[in-house]
C-alpha cells in the first residue's frame, strides 16, 4: 500500500534574503545605464550643481602627444561630509534626503556611479565644513574591477580651504571619434544645460576654463503656458528664445528641448521650417516623473509625452509663423515710408496700374527676402536708397543682379533665385513663373519616390537615374545647363574650353591628362558676362543608385575627380569656379562624419581655392529644391493677398484675375508632397 503523505509535516516557510551581484553598481547602474560619455558627464554637473555649486569646471588632462589622459569634473559646492560618506554615499538607490532641495536634479540616487561610463577609475577629493566651522577633506577612489570597502583618507585641513569635490576620471572607455573633447562636451553640456543655465544666471559650467556663457547669445525671450487638460497631464511650459545668430548645430541639433529641471531630457526637431536662429525651452513635471522612473530612454514611447510633444509643436509653428509675417510686416512697412522706396508715388494714386502693382508686389517679396539674407535694416541710410534703387533697376536690367552680388555678397543660390524671379515682371510672367513652381514641387515629389520608395531597389544608375536628371540640371542650381552627360573627361576638357572660350587643346595634350578616361555622369555649366573672376561656374555630379551608400570608395571618386582638374594646365582655374557633388540616398557614418568639418558648410568634404568638393543625399537636394520653391509660392500668394492686387483686378480685368485665381489654385498644398 502506498505510504500515506501528512501534509503539515511535507511542507514549510521560510526567508530568503536579497542579494546583489557586486557588478551592479560599475556596470549596471553605472557604465550601462548612460548611453553616452557626455550623459554621464552632464549627471556629474548636475550633482555639482545640487551640491549648491556656482561653478562647475570640467577639464582635460592630455599628454605629450596631445591624447586626452584623465578629466576632472570639480565644483564649489558644499562638498561631501565624513557623515554623508558614511550613511549615504555607499547606499545604492539612496532616497532623497528630505531636507534637501525638491528643485535637486538628483531624485535616483545612483548619480555618482556616471563616473564608471567616463573612465574605469576616478579619484574624488571633496572638501565640507565641520560642526566647529572647520574644514574637513576626505580623498578616496572608485575602481571598477575592485569590490572592496571603500577606504576613505579623511584629515583636518585649514579652514579657509574651499569647499568643494573634485573628481579626476582615468582610464577612459570611449575612443577614436567618440573620444571626448574639450569642443564636444562644451557643445554637449550647452544643449543639456541651456534652460538651467537660462533660468539661473549664477550658475556656470566650465570647459578647461572657458565659460559657456549661454545668456549672451539671447536677442529675446517669450513665454506660454500649455494649460492641464484632459489629454496633457500638468501644465507646460514653453518658452521661445531668439538667439543673436543662428543655431549652431553643433550644439542644438535639435531646436525644440524639453526640460526637467532645467536639464534637457530630449531634443526634437520638428518636421516645420524654424527660424534660424530659434530655440524652444519646454520645462514640464511630467518630464520628472519619467526621469525618476528611469524611462528616460523610452521617453519617446510615452504616450503623455507624445501629446505634449504636438501640443508644442503647434506652438512653436504658430509663434514662427506669427513671428515671420509680424517682421515682413513690420520690415515692409517701414521700407514703404522710405523717401527712396521706388513705388511710393505709385501707391498714393487713386487708379494705380495692374502691372505697377504686380509689379511692386514682387518687389517687395525680393526686399523682404534680401533683407533676411543681408540685413538691410543694419545698413546706413545712404546704403539703404543704393539698394532700393539698384533692386527697382533689376526690373529693367538683367545683368544687374551681378552689382546686387557684389554689393550685398549674396550667394550663388540667392542671385540665381532673383535672376529667375526678375526676367520678365509682367503679369504673364509671373503666370507662368506659378505653373514652373508647381511643376518643379510634381517633379521632386516623383524623384523623392523614385530614390526612397518602393522603386529604389530596382532603379539603376545610368538606365534609369541618369536619364531622368539630364534635363532637370535646375535641381543643382538654376543657373547651369548640361554641358556633357556620361562622357569622359576628354569631351569635358573639350567643352569647358569651349564654354571658358579658351583655344582648343591638342589631342596630345589631352591623352597626357591623368584621369582622363574617368567619366564623370553630369558636366553642368554657367557663365556670366562680368569682368570679375570667376565668371565661370562648373559643376560635376556624380550620381549613385539609390542602392548604393556613399563611403569611402565612392569620395575616393570625386576625389580623383577633382585632383584630375586641379593637376592639369587644360583646365581654367583662375576664371572658373569648380564644384564636384557626390550624390545617392544614403551616406555611410564615417562618410557622414567628413560632412561636418569646422570652417567648411555642411556638406563640403575639401576645398581649395575655386574648388569643392561636397557629398549629399537625394534628400538635402530635394528638400533644398523644394524650399526655394515654396518660398516663391508662398511670398507670391502672401503678396497677392496683402497689397489686394486681386480687387483691382476683378473691377477691371476679371478675365486676368480668372487666370491668375486657376494658376493659383494649382500651388495649394496637394502640389507639395
Known amino acids: 500500500m502506498p505510504q500515506q503523505v501528512d501534509n503539515e509535516q511535507s511542507s514549510r516557510e521560510y526567508d530568503i534574503e536579497w542579494q546583489f551581484d557586486p557588478r551592479l553598481a560599475p556596470e549596471h547602474l553605472g557604465s550601462?545605464?548612460?548611453?553616452?560619455?557626455?550623459?554621464?558627464?552632464?549627471?556629474?554637473?548636475?550633482?555639482?550643481?545640487?551640491?549648491?555649486?556656482?561653478?562647475v569646471d570640467i577639464t582635460f588632462a592630455q599628454n605629450d602627444l596631445f591624447a586626452i589622459t584623465s578629466l576632472s569634473v570639480s565644483d564649489n559646492g558644499s562638498?561631501?561630509?565624513?557623515?554623508?560618506?558614511?550613511?549615504?554615499?555607499?547606499?545604492?538607490?539612496?532616497?532623497?534626503?528630505?531636507?534637501?532641495?525638491?528643485?535637486?536634479?538628483?531624485?535616483?540616487?545612483?548619480?555618482?556611479?556616471?563616473?564608471?561610463?567616463?573612465?574605469?577609475?576616478?579619484?574624488?577629493?571633496?572638501?565640507?565644513?565641520?560642526?566647529?566651522?572647520g574644514k574637513v577633506e576626505c580623498t578616496f577612489s572608485l575602481n571598477a574591477d575592485d569590490r572592496a570597502a571603500l577606504r576613505i583618507r579623511e584629515r583636518i585641513v585649514d579652514a579657509g580651504t574651499p569647499a568643494g569635490t573634485s573628481i579626476t576620471i582615468f582610464n577612459l572607455l570611449d575612443h577614436g571619434k567618440e573620444t571626448p573633447t574639450p569642443a564636444r562636451i562644451s557643445a554637449e553640456m550647452t544643449s543639456q544645460f541651456c534652460s538651467f543655465l537660462l533660468g539661473n544666471s549664477s550658475k556656470q559650467i566650465t570647459v578647461n576654463g572657458d565659460a559657456i556663457d549661454v545668456g549672451s547669445l539671447v536677442a529675446r525671450r517669450s513665454e506660454e503656458v500649455i494649460q492641464r487638460s484632459g489629454t496633457i497631464r500638468g501644465k507646460v511650459r514653453v518658452e521661445h528664445v531668439l538667439l543673436k545668430r543662428s543655431v549652431d548645430e553643433s550644439r542644438f541639433p535639435q531646436q525644440v528641448l524639453f526640460t526637467s529641471k532645467g536639464r534637457t531630457v530630449l531634443g526634437v526637431q520638428p518636421d516645420i521650417s524654424l527660424l534660424s536662429n530659434y530655440l524652444a525651452l519646454v520645462e514640464s513635471r511630467y518630464f520628472e516623473t519619467i526621469v525618476s522612473a528611469n524611462r528616460e530612454s523610452l521617453i519617446q514611447m510615452d504616450g503623455g509625452f507624445a501629446l505634449i510633444r504636438d501640443a508644442v509643436v503647434d506652438r512653436v509653428k504658430s509663434f514662427t509663423e506669427k513671428y515671420r509675417r509680424d517682421e515682413r510686416r513690420r520690415f515692409i512697412e517701414s521700407a514703404r515710408r522710405e523717401d527712396f522706396y521706388p513705388y511710393r508715388h505709385h501707391r498714393e494714386t487713386s487708379t494705380p496700374d495692374p502691372v505697377a502693382s504686380v509689379q511692386q508686389a514682387v518687389y517687395d517679396v525680393l526686399l523682404e527676402k534680401l533683407n533676411e539674407a543681408v540685413n538691410i535694416e543694419g545698413m546706413t541710410k545712404r546704403q539703404r536708397a543704393a539698394i532700393f534703387l539698384l533692386l527697382r533697376r533689376a526690373f529693367e536690367n538683367e545683368n544687374f543682379l551681378t552689382v546686387i552680388e557684389e554689393v550685398a555678397s549674396l550667394s550663388d543660390e540667392d542671385i540665381e533665385k532673383f535672376r529667375q524671379l526678375l526676367e520678365r515682371t509682367t503679369l504673364d510672367s509671373i503666370i507662368r513663373m506659378s505653373a514652373e513652381v508647381t511643376n518643379r514641387l510634381n517633379f521632386l515629389r516623383v524623384l523623392h519616390e523614385l530614390v526612397y520608395g518602393d522603386f529604389a531597389k530596382h532603379l539603376k544608375e545610368r538606365k534609369h537615374l541618369h536619364r531622368i536628371l539630364e534635363p532637370q540640371g535646375w535641381l543643382f542650381g538654376p543657373q547651369?545647363?548640361?554641358?556633357?552627360?556620361?562622357?569622359?573627361?576628354?569631351?569635358?576638357?573639350?567643352?569647358?574650353?569651349?564654354?571658358?572660350?579658351?583655344?582648343?587643346?591638342?589631342?596630345?595634350?589631352?591623352?597626357?591628362?591623368?584621369?582622363?578616361?574617368?567619366?564623370?555622369?553630369?558636366?553642368?555649366?554657367?557663365?556670366?558676362?562680368?569682368?570679375?573672376?570667376?565668371?565661370?561656374?562648373?559643376?560635376?555630379?556624380?550620381?549613385?543608385?539609390?542602392?548604393?551608400?556613399?563611403?569611402?570608395?565612392?569620395?575616393?571618386?570625386?576625389?580623383?575627380?577633382?585632383?584630375?582638374?586641379r593637376s592639369s594646365a587644360e583646365f581654367d582655374k583662375l576664371s572658373t569656379r569648380f564644384d564636384i557633388f557626390l550624390v545617392s540616398s544614403e551616406i555611410r557614418t564615417d562618410s557622414e562624419d567628413e560632412r561636418h568639418k569646422d570652417n567648411l558648410p555642411i556638406g563640403c568634404i575639401d576645398s581649395w581655392e575655386n574648388m569643392k568638393l561636397w557629398v549629399f543625399s537625394w534628400a538635402d537636394v530635394i528638400a533644398r529644391a523644394q524650399e526655394e520653391m515654396r518660398l516663391v509660392k508662398q511670398h507670391l500668394r502672401d503678396k497677392s493677398a496683402e497689397l489686394s492686387v486681386s480687387e483691382y483686378l476683378r473691377t477691371n480685368f476679371p478675365e486676368i484675375l480668372d487666370s491668375l485665381e486657376m494658376t493659383n489654385a494649382t500651388l495649394g498644398d496637394d502640389a507639395v508632397a
Not at 571618386?557 to 582638374?565: A, C, F, L
Open 32 to 55: 550601462q545605464k548612460y548611453t553616452t560619455t557626455a550623459r554621464a558627464i552632464g549627471e556629474l554637473v548636475a550633482n555639482g550643481f545640487d551640491a549648491n555649486a556656482n561653478v
Open 79 to 133: 562638498g561631501i561630509t565624513p557623515d554623508v560618506l558614511k550613511r549615504r554615499f555607499c547606499l545604492v538607490g539612496v532616497q532623497p534626503d528630505e531636507r534637501e532641495d525638491r528643485s535637486a536634479f538628483g531624485r535616483f540616487g545612483v548619480g555618482r556611479l556616471a563616473v564608471y561610463r567616463v573612465g574605469s577609475l576616478s579619484a574624488w577629493r571633496t572638501v565640507s565644513a565641520t560642526k566647529d566651522n
Open 480 to 565: 547651369f545647363h548640361l554641358a556633357t552627360s556620361d562622357q569622359s573627361f576628354r569631351e569635358v576638357i573639350r567643352k569647358h574650353r569651349e564654354e571658358a572660350g579658351l583655344g582648343a587643346s591638342s589631342d596630345e595634350a589631352i591623352r597626357a591628362v591623368a584621369g582622363v578616361s574617368d567619366i564623370p555622369d553630369l558636366f553642368l555649366a554657367a557663365s556670366r558676362d562680368y569682368p570679375i573672376d570667376p565668371k565661370n561656374h562648373h559643376l560635376l555630379v556624380e550620381l549613385k543608385a539609390p542602392k548604393v551608400p556613399i563611403g569611402d570608395k565612392e569620395i575616393a571618386q570625386i576625389r580623383r575627380y577633382g585632383k584630375t582638374i
